[in-house]
C-alpha cells in the first residue's frame, strides 16, 4: 500500500536548516521548562500512598477532595478512576502513614509532660504508624499515657505493654492511613454512598527513600538505553549514524518530558516505561531509513550526500506515515477509553510517536550528513597531510 507514489521527491533535507533551529529551541525551552517548572512526580518517585475508592452512588471530584481535607489529608490529589459510572476515585496523597514529624515530636513532648520522662523513644518515619516509648520510672499508668496522646488527635490507636518493671515499653499503634480515610469517608458521605469495609479497594505505598531510588534508577535506564543505542548503531551501520539516532532520540525524550512539565502531568513508573518505548520506536523508524541510506550509498556512487538521503527519506515516507498512524489509532484508543493511569502512558505515547516520527526525517537524517562532511573532511586533510609528508620525504 503506498499513500505516496513512487517516484516522489520532498526536498526534506532542503528545508533542514528552519527545523533544526525550531528543534533546538524546542529542546532548550523544554530542559527550561524542567528546571523552572519542576516535574510533578507520582507517589512512585516522591513517595506517599495511592488508594484507590469506590462509592455506591455518584459523587464529584469536589466532594470526594473536600472529604480527604477533613479528615487530615490537606495535599491530597483526587482524581477520577475509570469509566465516570464506576464511581471510582484515585487518592494520592504524600504520606505513607497518619504520623508525621510533627505529629510525633508533639507525642513526645506530650507524653513528657503529662507521664514522666522518657528514656527512649523510638518512630521509623519509613516504618508507618508504630513508637515505642520507654519511660525512667519503667511501668506508667497506661490510662494516663492514652489519654495524652488523645490530645494530640492522631485518630484511634491502641498501646501496647512490653515488659514489665524497669524494662517496660510500650507500644503505640496508631490506626492505618486506609482506615482512617474509610471511616472519615463513612461519616461524610453515610453508609449509603461509601462502605467502611468494602470501598478501599486498593492501597500502595512508597517510602520516600525507595521513591528516590526509583527515581534515580528511572532516569539512569532512559541514560543507559540511549549510551547502549549508540554504541549498537555504530556496529550496525557505522559511526557516522550513531551520533543521529541518539541526538534524535535525546530530542524526542527531552520534549516529552517538557510537555509533561508545561501540564503539570505525574511522572510515575509507567511514564518511564513509555519513555523507554518511545525510544524503541523511534529508533526503529530511524533505522529503516539508515537501512535505506545504506542502500543508496550502493546504488547511487557518486551523487551527493543530501541528495541519496533526501531520495532514503521519500522511499521510507508512505512506510513511516502508516506506521505512525496506524500506532497512533491503537494509543488514542487506551487514551480515550483506558483512564487512569492507561490514560496517563497513552498520552506521553502520543507525545513521542509524533515527535519521534518528526526527529526521524528532520534531526537524524541531517545529523547523518553533517557527519558524513566531517568524516570526508578528515579522509581528505589526512589524505592532503600523507601527500605533503611523501612529497617532502621525495624531495629530501
Do not use: C
Not at 205 to 221: A, K, M
Not at 271 to 297: C, K, M, P
Not at 345 to 357: D, L
Request: proline residues 2%.
Amino acid at each position: 500500500m503506498e499513500i505516496i507514489k513512487p517516484g516522489t521527491r520532498f526536498d526534506f533535507i532542503g528545508k533542514q536548516k528552519p527545523f533544526l533551529i525550531l528543534s533546538t529551541t524546542a529542546v532548550l525551552v523544554s530542559i527550561a521548562l524542567v528546571g523552572i517548572l519542576g516535574l510533578n512526580y507520582g507517589v512512585d518517585f516522591r513517595g506517599g500512598s495511592e488508594i484507590i475508592v469506590a462509592f455506591k452512588a455518584p459523587v464529584t471530584t469536589g466532594e470526594v477532595r473536600e472529604a480527604a481535607q477533613k479528615s487530615g489529608f490537606d495535599k491530597a490529589d483526587v482524581q477520577s478512576f475509570g469509566a465516570s459510572s464506576d464511581n471510582r476515585f484515585l487518592i494520592s496523597i504524600p504520606r505513607i502513614s497518619i504520623l508525621t514529624q510533627e505529629s510525633a515530636k508533639k507525642i513526645e513532648e506530650t507524653l513528657k509532660a503529662d507521664v514522666g520522662e522518657i528514656k527512649r523513644f523510638s518512630w521509623a518515619e519509613e516504618g508507618g504508624d508504630i513508637m515505642y516509648v520507654r519511660f525512667s520510672a519503667g511501668e506508667v499508668d497506661e490510662a494516663k499515657l492514652a489519654e495524652a496522646v488523645k490530645k494530640v488527635a492522631v485518630g484511634n490507636f491502641e498501646v501496647k505493654k512490653q515488659g514489665s518493671g524497669e524494662r517496660a515499653e510500650y507500644q503505640l499503634q496508631l490506626q492505618e492511613l486506609q482506615g482512617q480515610i474509610a471511616e472519615k469517608f463513612t461519616e461524610i458521605f453515610g453508609a449509603d454512598k461509601f462502605s467502611k469495609e468494602s470501598s478501599v479497594e486498593r492501597v500502595e505505598t512508597v517510602g520516600p527513600r525507595v521513591g528516590q531510588q526509583l527515581r534515580d534508577n528511572g532516569i539512569l535506564s532512559v541514560l543507559i538505553s540511549l549510551l547502549l543505542i549508540l554504541i549498537y548503531v555504530a556496529f550496525r551501520f557505522d559511526i557516522r549514524y550513531a551520533p543521529g539516532a541518539v541526538i534524535a532520540l535525546f530530542h524526542d525524550v527531552a520534549i516529552t518530558l517538557g510537555v509533561y512539565a508545561v501540564l503539570q502531568l505525574e511522572v510515575n513508573l509507567p511514564i518511564i516505561a513509555a519513555l523507554l518505548t518511545i525510544v524503541g520506536y523511534s529508533l526503529n523508524d530511524t533505522i529503516v531509513i539508515f537501512d535505506r541510506n545504506r542502500e543508496n550509498f550502493t546504488d547511487m556512487t557518486g551523487r551527493d550526500i543530501k541528495t541519496i538521503v533526501n531520495v532514503s527519506v521519500n522511499d521510507s515516507l508512505s512506510r513511516t506515515i502508516l506506521t505512525s498512524l496506524t500506532t497512533l489509532l491503537a494509543v488514542f484508543a487506551l487514551f480515550f477509553f483506558g483512564g487512569g493511569l492507561i490514560q496517563n502512558f497513552a498520552f506521553a505515547m502520543i507525545v513521542g510517536i509524533v515527535v519521534g516520527t518528526y526527529s526521524t526525517v528532520f534531526i537524524a537524517s541531517p545529523i547523518l550528513i553533517a557527519m558524513h562532511n566531517f568524516l570526508e573532511d578528515r579522509k581528505k586533510t589526512r589524505a592532503s597531510l600523507d601527500q605533503q609528508r611523501q612529497q617532502q620525504e621525495a624531495s629530501a
